[in-house]
């Protein structure tokens, strides 16, 4: 009976303000937002797609994250808006799930992908001869794939987590979106073997990607040192700007959310730390990329100039 209960059951998602007045502003704001995201990282994999100049790893690569950037925000921000506008709060339990289950998807995947970005750098900088040969085609079509299926077993995992929830009065979640922690709360059922299983899984997601990435550095550093000319320095750091900036910024404000979960318990503080990381990252990306990168202004100049 409880489990029908909780399939049949719709969820109120409180959003960001009950402020009648903010309401038109904050529906301008994230339509904008998202708009920017949509376009921005579309005309990254327009540009990477009708350049043969940009057929390298890297920009495959890149290609891949802005794909997975539009997902992350499409995952959350239309059901938003679409909120802000019906002037609904609703979700269904099977929409939930949806948004818990892409949401980890998208996450995870970009997660993973800056990983395997940060493994092309040290490639491409430790190793410049055999660039083209240890990442061959079929290499890079295998990482994005196991990212890809890691991402998808990391989102069922939570999927099923939440799944085995049950909810009973309580629907009201203080989020703009289906956030797992704050569903672990209004559970009416234990939640101590979500917690951990969870907790495990952040854990490995995290810390196994992170150190590949400082491993990936702590030898691009070395390498960089190494380099007996000031300009050769800085010609080889360059190459790896644009993804140390998204990399700083993905786990800055990943950190944010997660730090303010665990320390605060203000809903206002984790929302707005949520909006960075779901929102604002995805949309800052490909201007990163595109404006530190010369190969990726020309193909977009040329793309300009075509339509």
């Given at each position: 009976?409880?489990?029908?209960?909780?399939?049949?059951?719709?969820?109120?998602?409180?959003?960001?303000?009950?402020?009648?007045?903010?309401?038109?502003?904050?529906?301008?704001?994230?339509?904008l937002?998202?708009?920017?995201?949509?376009?921005?990282?579309?005309?990254?994999?327009?540009?990477?797609?009708?350049?043969?100049?940009?057929?390298?790893?890297?920009?495959?690569?890149?290609?891949?994250?802005?794909?997975?950037?539009?997902?992350?925000s499409?995952?959350?921000?239309?059901?938003?808006?679409?909120?802000?506008?019906?002037?609904?709060?609703?979700i269904?339990?099977?929409?939930?799930?949806?948004q818990?289950?892409?949401?980890?998807?998208?996450?995870?995947?970009?997660?993973?992908?800056?990983?395997?970005?940060?493994?092309?750098?040290?490639?491409?900088?430790c190793?410049?001869?055999?660039?083209?040969?240890?990442?061959?085609?079929?290499?890079?079509?295998?990482?994005?794939l196991?990212?890809?299926f890691f991402?998808?077993?990391?989102?069922?995992?939570?999927?099923?987590?939440?799944?085995?929830?049950?909810?009973?009065?309580?629907?009201?979640?203080?989020?703009?979106?289906?956030?797992?922690?704050?569903?672990?709360?209004l559970?009416?059922?234990?939640?101590?073997?979500?917690?951990?299983?969870?907790?495990?899984?952040?854990?490995?997601?995290?810390f196994?990607?992170v150190?590949?990435?400082?491993?990936?550095?702590?030898?691009i550093?070395?390498?960089?040192?190494r380099v007996p000319?000031?300009?050769?320095?800085?010609k080889?750091?360059?190459?790896?700007?644009?993804?140390?900036?998204?990399?700083?910024?993905?786990?800055?404000?990943?950190?944010?959310?997660?730090?303010?979960?665990?320390?605060?318990?203000?809903?206002?503080?984790?929302?707005?730390?949520?909006?960075?990381y779901?929102?604002?990252?995805?949309?800052?990306?490909p201007?990163?990329?595109?404006?530190?990168?010369?190969d990726?202004k020309?193909?977009?100049?040329?793309?300009?100039?075509?339509?």
């Amino acid at each position: 009976v409880e489990l029908q209960y909780s399939r049949a059951l719709e969820f109120l998602l409180l959003g960001l303000s009950d402020d009648p007045e903010l309401q038109p502003i904050l529906f301008v704001l994230f339509l904008l937002i998202y708009l920017l995201t949509v376009l921005g990282n579309m005309f990254i994999i327009l540009a990477i797609s009708s350049d043969s100049h940009l057929h390298s790893p890297m920009y495959f690569f890149l290609y891949n994250l802005s794909l997975s950037d539009m997902g992350f925000s499409s995952t959350t921000v239309p059901k938003m808006l679409i909120n802000m506008q019906t002037h609904s709060k609703t979700i269904t339990y099977a929409a939930c799930l949806s948004q818990v289950s892409f949401f980890f998807l998208f996450g995870c995947m970009d997660n993973l992908l800056l990983t395997v970005m940060a493994y092309d750098r040290w490639v491409a900088i430790c190793h410049p001869l055999h660039y083209q040969v240890i990442l061959n085609p079929g290499l890079c079509r295998r990482l994005v794939l196991v990212s890809f299926f890691f991402s998808l077993m990391d989102s069922q995992v939570h999927w099923l987590m939440v799944s085995q929830l049950t909810f009973c009065t309580n629907k009201e979640i203080p989020h703009f979106f289906c956030d797992v922690p704050a569903l672990l709360k209004l559970a009416c059922s234990d939640t101590s073997t979500n917690n951990i299983v969870i907790f495990i899984i952040g854990i490995i997601g995290g810390f196994l990607p992170v150190s590949g990435i400082f491993y990936s550095y702590y030898k691009i550093i070395s390498s960089i040192f190494r380099v007996p000319s000031l300009h050769g320095k800085y010609k080889a750091f360059s190459t790896c700007g644009s993804h140390l900036s998204v990399v700083c910024l993905f786990y800055g404000t990943g950190l944010g959310v997660y730090l303010s979960s665990s320390v605060s318990s203000s809903s206002r503080e984790c929302m707005v730390a949520s909006i960075m990381y779901t929102v604002l990252v995805p949309m800052i990306n490909p201007f990163i990329y595109s404006l530190r990168n010369r190969d990726i202004k020309k193909a977009l100049q040329k793309i300009v100039k075509i339509t």
